[in-house]
């Protein structure tokens, strides 16, 4: 469904990405991993298209991608909740759902998504007139993800949904985001909480200092040694 | 009494007109946090055009203020498009040099012959100016027009941006560039849209103010400009009423001063009230907590 192909991506003169490939097929959840400053999310950014690649790229669905506008890309069905979770504080918490709508012009549609969004996430049906602004982090992660899928999205792109909220909060969002693979939306999973996305996800690719260096399916990366001293907590075994 | 009156009444007239330039720059600083110092001078080209309109084309006062209103649309779309968008993120005196630079050009520009001229040229209003005293408030028919037409303005603005999906994409772009990509807005459009509904704002202030202060020339947009800038600075850039509350008072105290001070101190009143809002309270009356920002 998507492929990324040798993508380079700079910030002035820091290289941020070298080379990277992977592949996400039609209706996995992929898991991107890796520590702070890996370049996840500039993978995101690249793909979303907020950030163009020196060389690489993007290919979505057969099409190229790479030189696409942002906001041509979400049309194309791909979503992004980015790192932060980035709600329009300033706007309440249906406006925020409604921009989530905005490449959609179909009224009743919009509606039916609300619908489904406020089923996935009844706790914003109840919020619907407060400002965004004013909801909790665990909230505001739900309003950010029900946002991006009010553009009925086949690929969804989500950056660190974990970070910052409780561990019960944390069950919560990754039940919802196996939810929203069951109903057919394909998902890539940026996540520094490594053991929590290698449960949910099909394939993984790790990343450190804007390179894969290990790929594979959910189960082996969790086993190899290596993920599980640097990314899953485990003490190391020195000989 | 009467005296006193009369002039909140001018007062009020003054403001509502700076209210419409105030709110250009209020949205704009908003959504790419520039000061369009170009405003004044599509607030000057649309009085201009207006004139043109009534005196030569034949337009009624309304449709003057209609093609001024779309031609300054236009005007501030080109000024955003050449101008300010390959500036956009250069660092933010690039752009306020070239704002600078996009208000000399029009000034100068439009004083050539074959532009508008130098001159000063004295406005035949369409509206023949009639005194009222309404229950012993003295009033004009052309206050009661300008006050009018401001406050249509400003309920098709608050409709525009707080009721349709336009308008809170504007916020949407206000509050994040980005995350507003992520949902699929252009933003180059909803910031050259942003262009045209302030232009068109200040193209109307433009028009009114020739029925009330009936000459113009190619330098008249600086003073209200500048006044109408401090307004904004005043309520509190980038808040809508923000800048319609900053240009109700700075109407009041213009007005006032020139009345019972001296009229030579009206404009140095005006920049000695930007000066102490900067220092006192640099977010201004409705800053930090008031009203949202667009
Ligand atoms: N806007 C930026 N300007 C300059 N460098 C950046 C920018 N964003 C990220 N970087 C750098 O790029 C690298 C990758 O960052 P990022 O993609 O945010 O990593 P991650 O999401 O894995 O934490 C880091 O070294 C970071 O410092
Ligand atoms: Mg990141």
Redesign the pocket.
């Given at each position: 469904m998507l492929e990324v192909k040798d993508l380079e991506v700079f910030?002035?003169s820091?290289q941020?990405l070298h080379r990277i490939s992977f592949k996400i097929n039609e209706g996995e959840i992929v898991t991107l991993i890796?520590a702070?400053?890996?370049?996840?999310?500039?993978t995101l950014r690249t793909i979303s298209g907020l950030v163009r690649p020196r060389s690489g790229k993007v290919v979505f669905r057969g099409t190229d991608i790479t030189q696409v506008p942002a906001h041509t890309i979400v049309r194309m069905g791909i979503a992004q909740v980015p790192?932060g979770r980035r709600i329009f504080s300033n706007l309440t918490v249906l406006e925020n759902l409604l921009m989530g709508a905005y490449t959609r012009n179909n009224k009743q549609e919009v509606e039916e998504n609300l619908e489904r969004v406020f089923k996935s996430f009844p706790r914003l049906k109840e919020r619907i007139k407060q400002l965004a602004g004013t909801l909790s982090g665990g909230e505001q992660q739900m309003l950010a993800m029900g946002r991006s899928l009010m553009s009925r999205p086949s690929l969804l792109l989500l950056d660190e949904p974990s970070m910052g909220l409780s561990p019960i909060m944390v069950e919560e969002i990754f039940e919802i985001i196996k939810n929203i693979n069951h109903e057919g939306t394909t998902v890539l999973l940026v996540e520094q909480n490594a053991f929590m996305a290698l449960q949910i996800a099909h394939r993984a690719y790790v990343l450190e200092t804007g390179r894969i260096v290990l790929e594979g399916p959910a189960k082996e990366v969790r086993d190899n040694p290596r993920v599980r001293t640097a990314y899953l907590g485990e003490l190391a075994f020195v000989s | 009494m009467e005296r006193l009156l009369e002039q909140i009444i001018n007062g009020l007239q003054l403001g509502f007109v700076y209210a419409l330039i105030a709110l250009g720059y209020t949205m704009v600083y908003g959504i790419i946090k520039l000061i369009n110092f170009a405003h004044g001078d599509v607030f000057m080209i649309g009085a201009f055009i207006g004139y043109f309109a009534y005196t030569f084309w034949g337009f009624s006062l309304w449709g003057a203020v209609l093609i001024a209103m779309i031609l300054c649309a236009v005007l501030g779309v080109l000024i955003e498009r050449i101008a300010y968008r390959p500036l956009r993120y250069a660092p933010r005196i690039a752009a306020l040099i070239s704002a600078l630079g996009v208000s000399l050009f029009l000034e100068y520009f439009c004083s050539l012959k074959f532009v508008f001229g130098p001159n000063f040229r004295v406005v035949q209003p369409p509206v023949k100016q009639i005194h009222w005293n309404l229950g012993g408030i003295p009033i004009t028919n052309i206050q009661i027009i300008i006050v009018a037409v401001v406050i249509l303005l400003l309920l098709v603005l608050q409709y525009l941006v707080y009721r349709t999906k336009i308008g809170t994409a504007m916020r949407a772009v206000s509050f994040d560039h980005d995350a507003a990509r992520l949902m699929g807005i252009n933003v180059d459009f909803i910031i050259a849209f942003t262009f045209a509904l302030g232009s068109a704002l200040a193209a109307a202030g433009g028009v009114l103010y020739t029925l009330a202060y009936p000459q113009i020339h190619p330098f008249m947009g600086i003073m209200p400009g500048l006044k109408a800038f401090t307004a904004a600075v005043l309520g509190g850039i980038g808040i809508i009423p923000g800048a319609v509350l900053g240009s109700l008072i700075m109407g009041q105290v213009e007005t006032l001063t020139a009345a019972y001070l001296t009229s030579q101190m009206r404009d140095a009143i005006a920049f000695l009230i930007l000066i102490i809002v900067l220092l006192v309270r640099p977010s201004g009356i409705l800053g930090r907590g008031g009203p949202e920002k667009v």
């Amino acid at each position: 469904m998507l492929e990324v192909k040798d993508l380079e991506v700079f910030y002035g003169s820091i290289q941020a990405l070298h080379r990277i490939s992977f592949k996400i097929n039609e209706g996995e959840i992929v898991t991107l991993i890796g520590a702070n400053g890996a370049g996840k999310s500039t993978t995101l950014r690249t793909i979303s298209g907020l950030v163009r690649p020196r060389s690489g790229k993007v290919v979505f669905r057969g099409t190229d991608i790479t030189q696409v506008p942002a906001h041509t890309i979400v049309r194309m069905g791909i979503a992004q909740v980015p790192e932060g979770r980035r709600i329009f504080s300033n706007l309440t918490v249906l406006e925020n759902l409604l921009m989530g709508a905005y490449t959609r012009n179909n009224k009743q549609e919009v509606e039916e998504n609300l619908e489904r969004v406020f089923k996935s996430f009844p706790r914003l049906k109840e919020r619907i007139k407060q400002l965004a602004g004013t909801l909790s982090g665990g909230e505001q992660q739900m309003l950010a993800m029900g946002r991006s899928l009010m553009s009925r999205p086949s690929l969804l792109l989500l950056d660190e949904p974990s970070m910052g909220l409780s561990p019960i909060m944390v069950e919560e969002i990754f039940e919802i985001i196996k939810n929203i693979n069951h109903e057919g939306t394909t998902v890539l999973l940026v996540e520094q909480n490594a053991f929590m996305a290698l449960q949910i996800a099909h394939r993984a690719y790790v990343l450190e200092t804007g390179r894969i260096v290990l790929e594979g399916p959910a189960k082996e990366v969790r086993d190899n040694p290596r993920v599980r001293t640097a990314y899953l907590g485990e003490l190391a075994f020195v000989s | 009494m009467e005296r006193l009156l009369e002039q909140i009444i001018n007062g009020l007239q003054l403001g509502f007109v700076y209210a419409l330039i105030a709110l250009g720059y209020t949205m704009v600083y908003g959504i790419i946090k520039l000061i369009n110092f170009a405003h004044g001078d599509v607030f000057m080209i649309g009085a201009f055009i207006g004139y043109f309109a009534y005196t030569f084309w034949g337009f009624s006062l309304w449709g003057a203020v209609l093609i001024a209103m779309i031609l300054c649309a236009v005007l501030g779309v080109l000024i955003e498009r050449i101008a300010y968008r390959p500036l956009r993120y250069a660092p933010r005196i690039a752009a306020l040099i070239s704002a600078l630079g996009v208000s000399l050009f029009l000034e100068y520009f439009c004083s050539l012959k074959f532009v508008f001229g130098p001159n000063f040229r004295v406005v035949q209003p369409p509206v023949k100016q009639i005194h009222w005293n309404l229950g012993g408030i003295p009033i004009t028919n052309i206050q009661i027009i300008i006050v009018a037409v401001v406050i249509l303005l400003l309920l098709v603005l608050q409709y525009l941006v707080y009721r349709t999906k336009i308008g809170t994409a504007m916020r949407a772009v206000s509050f994040d560039h980005d995350a507003a990509r992520l949902m699929g807005i252009n933003v180059d459009f909803i910031i050259a849209f942003t262009f045209a509904l302030g232009s068109a704002l200040a193209a109307a202030g433009g028009v009114l103010y020739t029925l009330a202060y009936p000459q113009i020339h190619p330098f008249m947009g600086i003073m209200p400009g500048l006044k109408a800038f401090t307004a904004a600075v005043l309520g509190g850039i980038g808040i809508i009423p923000g800048a319609v509350l900053g240009s109700l008072i700075m109407g009041q105290v213009e007005t006032l001063t020139a009345a019972y001070l001296t009229s030579q101190m009206r404009d140095a009143i005006a920049f000695l009230i930007l000066i102490i809002v900067l220092l006192v309270r640099p977010s201004g009356i409705l800053g930090r907590g008031g009203p949202e920002k667009v």
